[in-house]
């Protein structure tokens, strides 16, 4: 078996098959893109703590113990997965870049990567959406002076001193870059395209089963997947109403263009700026999946909890419903099992 990606989903799908008695290196590999342990998360912004981040859970076997809050979530999971990697044996394999899966010979997936081919009777595809930033496009998005970033490249509040910036995204990433720019910068202005919905009181399991639902509906249907924090809303707590009373979450509608010198709207509403952040999301990277031909009508690929409904061989797991740290633990134990099921030649339900 291959198991494509070592962040949470590809860790924790390698946990499960150990734990089953699968051996690394002779039943599964782990190829893994990044340079080192820690999955995206070694990419995040210095600024963003570990006691900044919200809902993150520990890999199965091993709880992240005593993290010091004030620590970059960078440095603190890289630690913590390295030490996941080595504790269990994993023998991820890095850097791996995979290029393409297609039909094989006799039933079988051929992974083509930079490191070689592998053929495989399953797949577990957990390569998330870090590397597939998503940029709007917008009329003039071209003719800007200033810098255009993602949240992808965000380097942190201090390279916005005395700058314009306008945020683009009423997600997590964007309220959390306005709060951490605001202060520097010399002027920012909110954009999005809905009006930001938040969540105020516990969001307690009830809750979170919920959006979990909703999401899972969209993947069932073939759509292409939703965040969960896209139907849940976000948190108000006391940071958010402090953000609000100042004036830094004051939301503006979707500018309908771009300029040289800023962004306009139709009614004549301009602003000037030096730099547009866009903290516009992610999409799963499966491109690589292409020749497969798994995408459905709708965009996305249908699944059924981690199984491909097209190719009961392909287990996508951190994709939709499972995209949680705690979403990914479940569905690697769930994929392993569907896996073990297929190679004893149990018949997977339709």
Same mark, same amino acid.
């Given at each position: 078996?291959?198991?494509?990606?070592?962040?949470?989903?590809?860790?924790?799908?390698?946990?499960?098959?150990?734990?089953?008695?699968?051996?690394?290196?002779?039943?599964?590999?782990?190829?893994?893109?990044?340079?080192?342990?820690?999955?995206?998360?070694?990419?995040?912004?210095?600024?963003?703590?570990?006691?900044?981040?919200?809902?993150?859970?520990?890999?199965?076997?091993?709880?992240?113990?005593?993290?010091?809050?004030?620590?970059?979530?960078?440095?603190?999971?890289? #630690?913590?997965?390295?030490?996941?990697?080595?504790?269990?044996?994993?023998?991820?394999?890095?850097?791996?870049?995979?290029?393409?899966?297609?039909?094989?010979?006799?039933?079988?997936?051929?992974? #083509?990567?930079?490191?070689?081919?592998?053929?495989?009777?399953?797949?577990?595809?957990?390569?998330?959406?870090?590397?597939?930033?998503?940029?709007?496009?917008?009329?003039?998005?071209?003719?800007?002076?200033?810098?255009?970033?993602?949240?992808?490249?965000?380097?942190?509040? #201090?390279?916005?001193?005395?700058?314009?910036?306008?945020?683009?995204?009423?997600?997590?990433?964007?309220?959390?870059?306005?709060?951490?720019?605001?202060?520097?910068?010399?002027?920012?202005?909110?954009?999005?395209?809905?009006?930001?919905?938040?969540?105020?009181?516990?969001?307690? #399991?009830?809750?979170?089963?919920?959006?979990?639902?909703?999401?899972?509906?969209?993947?069932?249907?073939? =759509?292409?997947?939703?965040?969960?924090?896209?139907?849940?809303?976000?948190?108000?707590?006391?940071?958010?109403?402090?953000?609000?009373?100042?004036?830094?979450?004051?939301? =503006?509608?979707?500018?309908?263009?771009?300029?040289?010198?800023?962004?306009?709207?139709?009614?004549?509403?301009?602003?000037?700026?030096?730099?547009?952040?866009?903290?516009?999301?992610?999409?799963?990277?499966?491109?690589?999946?292409?020749?497969?031909?798994?995408?459905?009508?709708?965009?996305?690929?249908?699944?059924?909890?981690?199984?491909?409904?097209?190719?009961?061989?392909?287990? =996508?797991?951190?994709?939709?419903?499972?995209?949680?740290?705690?979403?990914?633990?479940?569905?690697?134990?769930?994929?392993?099992?569907?896996?073990?099921?297929?190679?004893?030649?149990?018949?997977?339900?339709?």
């Amino acid at each position: 078996m291959v198991v494509i990606g070592a962040g949470q989903a590809g860790l924790s799908s390698a946990y499960h098959l150990r734990r089953t008695g699968f051996e690394p290196e002779r039943d599964f590999v782990v190829l893994d893109h990044a340079p080192q342990p820690g999955g995206a998360w070694q990419f995040r912004w210095p600024t963003l703590t570990y006691g900044k981040v919200h809902g993150m859970h520990s890999l199965p076997g091993m709880e992240l113990m005593d993290a010091d809050p004030a620590r970059p979530s960078s440095e603190v999971i890289a #630690e913590y997965f390295d030490h996941y990697e080595q504790t269990f044996d994993l023998r991820v394999r890095r850097p791996v870049d995979v290029r393409t899966v297609r039909e094989g010979d006799r039933g079988r997936l051929l992974v #083509e990567t930079s490191a070689g081919t592998w053929s495989t009777r399953a797949l577990i595809n957990a390569t998330g959406t870090w590397d597939r930033p998503f940029w709007p496009r917008y009329p003039g998005q071209e003719t800007f002076r200033g810098r255009q970033l993602h949240t992808a490249q965000y380097p942190g509040p #201090e390279e916005f001193a005395g700058q314009r910036v306008v945020v683009v995204g009423g997600g997590t990433s964007g309220t959390q870059h306005l709060m951490e720019i605001a202060p520097y910068a010399a002027e920012t202005t909110w954009v999005t395209r809905r009006p930001p919905v938040f969540h105020e009181g516990p969001f307690d #399991e009830g809750t979170g089963r919920a959006a979990v639902a909703l999401v899972e509906e969209r993947v069932r249907q073939g =759509l292409p997947p939703q965040s969960v924090v896209s139907v849940t809303g976000l948190p108000l707590n006391d940071t958010i109403r402090r953000a609000i009373d100042d004036g830094v979450l004051d939301r =503006l509608p979707m500018f309908d263009r771009i300029t040289p010198d800023g962004v306009e709207w139709d009614d004549g509403r301009r602003v000037d700026a030096d730099i547009i952040l866009w903290a516009t999301g992610f999409r799963a990277a499966i491109d690589h999946l292409a020749p497969l031909r798994l995408r459905e009508p709708g965009g996305g690929i249908r699944v059924e909890g981690t199984r491909a409904v097209a190719d009961p061989r392909i287990h =996508l797991v951190g994709y939709g419903p499972s995209a949680s740290t705690i979403g990914a633990n479940r569905a690697g134990r769930s994929a392993v099992r569907d896996i073990r099921r297929l190679l004893a030649g149990v018949p997977v339900a339709a």
